[in-house]
């Protein structure tokens, strides 16, 4: 009980760093002291911060393996940036594109683990990865999707 505690306490404090870094990156910016170049290294390192985040809360809080974390990651992200892509790219749609893209991945989620998380060993991490594998062959071989998002060349 304590070690759960303290990893998913871990996990949370390490998400509220992450967003103050990214509110104080966007006040750099904003003021003209960042370098566009510096500003998306640290965008391209707090992206993968955040995914580490994920990663550490589904191996440290629930001890399950997971294979097709990536695949979470990527509906999200297509999701939030087709939100803000539509809307204009304005703060605020940015933010509302942020919460599209996380209720998104949220959903599928929850549809795709409601069978899965029945499973255990190593034959969740199977699932997972066919999960993952399934995203990505109907990412690349969609023609709609191909042509709206890009496939897995991204937008």
Known sequence: M??????????????ILVVALYIVLWLLRRQGIMTTYWGM???????????A?????????????????AAFYGIGAYVAA????????TTLNFALGLLAGAAAAALVAFLIGLPILRLRSDY???ATLG?????KVF??????LSKLLGGSMGM
């Open 53 to 69: 985040i994920g990663l550490s809360l589904i191996y440290g809080f629930t001890g399950q393996f997971s294979l097709g974390h």
């Open 139 to 144: 990412m690349d071989n969609s023609d709609k």
């Open 41 to 51: 290294i640290l965008d391209l390192a707090l992206i993968t911060t955040t995914s």
């Open 124 to 126: 969740l991490g199977i």
């Open 82 to 89: 087709y939100v803000t892509k539509a809307y204009g790219a």
């Open 2 to 15: 304590q070690k759960t505690y303290r990893a998913s306490a871990t996990a949370v404090a390490s998400a």
């Open 131 to 135: 999960f993952g594998v399934i995203v």
